[in-house]
């Protein structure tokens, strides 16, 4: 079994340096809802450096909030919003050799296309203009507009708790976060086996993110699964 070991970096939160090297995918911030071109650079470099694949990272432009607030725009917003961040960060990668790999919208944006086909559809279309595909959900309206069109990775995440229906349970709610390293490897072993998962995530931001990586991977050797992009 092969599982792709993906963080949120370019987003000022201090980890870069220490996590790409532990990494096999990184999703860089396109610099609406945190960071900006220099960290975008600094972390495209480090990537290239440690032979890490990347995705681009767009989100709402909301500083404030770290692009966790929703919003409401309209499709072509949308489309617009999308394409002009990954567009950025295809000419930062260029310029150190990189080639953008993937797509995958950040915070409320994610969540939004994951069960909002008036969301999920743009994204998608933003999507197949760039020929790129896009990392979500499994089982999402994501999903649904994606895998007959640009292509979709079906991504878990180790350090946060689902809901019965296969969602994300809200950041404002309780239990909403994998604190403890132990029932982070547990639920990333049920996320591969139950739901066939092909990128785990951890969030960059996230104050226990090396120990959680660290831990997934010593687990993934231990258990014969191969960490590959």
């Not at 599982?3 to 870069?16: A, F, K, Q, T, V």
């Not at 709610?173 to 049920?190: G, K, M, S, Y």
């Given at each position: 079994m092969n599982i792709d070991l993906n963080s949120d970096l370019g987003e000022g939160c201090g980890l870069d340096a220490e996590l790409m090297p532990l990494l096999t995918s990184a999703n860089i911030s396109c610099g609406f809802h945190a960071g900006d071109a220099a960290s975008a650079h600094v972390a495209l470099k480090l990537a290239a450096k440690h032979g890490v694949k990347v995705g681009a990272h767009p989100g709402y432009a909301d500083r404030a909030n770290f692009g966790r607030?929703?919003?409401?725009?309209?499709?072509?917003?949308?489309?617009?919003?999308?394409?002009?961040?990954?567009?950025?960060?295809?000419?930062?990668?260029?310029?150190?050799?990189?080639?953008?790999?993937?797509?995958?919208?950040?915070?409320?944006?994610?969540?939004?296309?994951?069960?909002?086909?008036?969301?999920?559809?743009?994204?998608?279309?933003?999507?197949?203009?760039?020929?790129l595909p896009v990392m979500g959900l499994p089982g999402s309206r994501l999903a649904a507009f994606c895998q007959p069109g640009p292509g979709f990775i079906a991504?878990?995440?180790?350090?946060?708790?689902?809901?019965?229906?296969?969602?994300?349970?809200?950041?404002?709610?309780?239990?909403?976060?994998?604190?403890?390293?132990?029932?982070?490897?547990?639920?990333?072993?049920?996320?591969?086996?139950?739901?066939?998962?092909?990128?785990?995530?951890?969030?960059?931001?996230?104050?226990?993110?090396?120990?959680?990586?660290?831990?997934?991977?010593?687990?993934?050797?231990?258990?014969?699964?191969t960490i590959k992009a």
């Amino acid at each position: 079994m092969n599982i792709d070991l993906n963080s949120d970096l370019g987003e000022g939160c201090g980890l870069d340096a220490e996590l790409m090297p532990l990494l096999t995918s990184a999703n860089i911030s396109c610099g609406f809802h945190a960071g900006d071109a220099a960290s975008a650079h600094v972390a495209l470099k480090l990537a290239a450096k440690h032979g890490v694949k990347v995705g681009a990272h767009p989100g709402y432009a909301d500083r404030a909030n770290f692009g966790r607030h929703e919003q409401t725009l309209s499709e072509e917003a949308l489309v617009e919003l999308c394409l002009y961040q990954v567009g950025a960060l295809l000419g930062l990668a260029k310029a150190v050799g990189l080639t953008i790999r993937y797509i995958k919208p950040h915070g409320a944006l994610y969540n939004q296309a994951c069960r909002d086909e008036a969301v999920a559809r743009p994204v998608a279309r933003a999507a197949e203009i760039l020929q790129l595909p896009v990392m979500g959900l499994p089982g999402s309206r994501l999903a649904a507009f994606c895998q007959p069109g640009p292509g979709f990775i079906a991504e878990g995440f180790a350090d946060r708790r689902y809901r019965p229906d296969g969602s994300l349970v809200p950041r404002g709610e309780p239990n909403a976060f994998v604190q403890d390293v132990e029932e982070a490897v547990t639920q990333a072993d049920w996320l591969m086996r139950e739901k066939g998962i092909q990128s785990l995530c951890v969030h960059g931001d996230n104050p226990q993110a090396l120990e959680f990586v660290r831990a997934l991977r010593t687990a993934f050797a231990r258990r014969g699964i191969t960490i590959k992009a």
